[in-house]
């Protein structure tokens, strides 16, 4: 295998909506355009930033309406791709990240579940999960075992 | 969000035209398969085969359009691409939908 050229640090800007969250997880991926992932690590990269984007917005900025601005900033090396999502939003509930078991699917249909399933997919996908409140920032960060 | 229903072997069949359903289609998503749905008696076959993309909102909004057709009504699916099958893997709803290769085998199973 040829080595590949280091990916530069990076740090992509979204405004803090619903809608903006898709171009976001579209920025990132053109950056990672070296890494050639496979199909397969790509979506594991959608998936994870996709689960964290929504949370910020349906969450840590719910209801500032666009006024500020999500950073996802991410660096590649030996152990694989660390990423890091940063928001000027409430803290988190309780200051840790939320660690909660998959919802039971074991049940009747009307009692399924339809929602709860976004950290569950995190802690599935994703290494060394952690989460800190600095000043007035939020800092969730993670990494994803790709392009080892 | 574009949906399209139409009927094949007497199986309504609602196929979803989008790339995506994630958090920012969810709610139109559910609307939509509400609408096209309404009024029918029988098993709703999805066919997913133009998706490549759900997150955890996309997949929510499927089981809730579930919720809305049963207890009458059975929702079932067709054509999930890998990366759809692994979010219906990863969180066992595999297990609680019927879930079939292609719209060719779901009709086949339905029928019988």
């Given at each position: 295998m040829g080595r590949r050229p280091p990916l530069p640090l990076f740090s992509i800007s979204l405004l803090g909506?619903?809608?903006a969250v898709r171009e976001g997880i579209a920025q990132t991926l053109a950056w990672l355009?070296?890494?050639?992932?496979s199909e397969d690590e790509t979506n594991t990269v959608q998936l994870v930033l996709a689960e964290a984007l929504n949370n910020v917005v349906e969450h840590a900025l719910a209801g500032t309406g666009g006024q500020t601005t999500v950073e996802i900033r991410g660096h590649h090396g030996a152990s694989g791709l660390d990423l890091c999502i940063v928001d000027?939003?409430?803290?988190m509930p309780d200051g840790v990240v939320p660690r909660l078991p998959a919802p039971d699917v074991t049940v009747d249909v009307a009692d399924l579940?339809?929602?709860?399933f976004g950290w569950f997919l995190i802690h599935t996908l994703a290494q060394d999960v952690t989460y800190v409140r600095r000043g007035k920032h939020n800092y969730l960060t993670l990494r994803l075992a790709v392009a080892l | 969000m574009e949906l399209t229903s139409s009927t094949e072997r007497g199986v309504p069949i609602v196929t979803v035209q989008e790339q995506r359903i994630d958090a920012a289609a969810a709610l139109a998503f559910k609307d939509r398969v509400r609408d096209v749905t309404e009024g029918g008696q029988d098993t709703v076959l999805l066919d997913?085969?133009?998706?490549?993309f759900i997150d955890s909102s996309g997949l929510g909004a499927i089981v809730a359009s579930m919720k809305i057709l049963s207890p009458k009504r059975r929702l079932v699916l067709a054509g999930l691409t890998p990366a759809v099958d692994k979010v219906f893997r990863l969180t066992r709803m595999d297990s609680v939908f019927g879930v079939f290769a292609t719209v060719e085998a779901a009709l086949n199973e339905l029928q019988e």
């Open positions: 909506v619903e809608d355009t070296p890494l050639e992932l000027k939003g409430i803290a579940p339809d929602g709860g | 997913l085969n133009h998706v490549v």
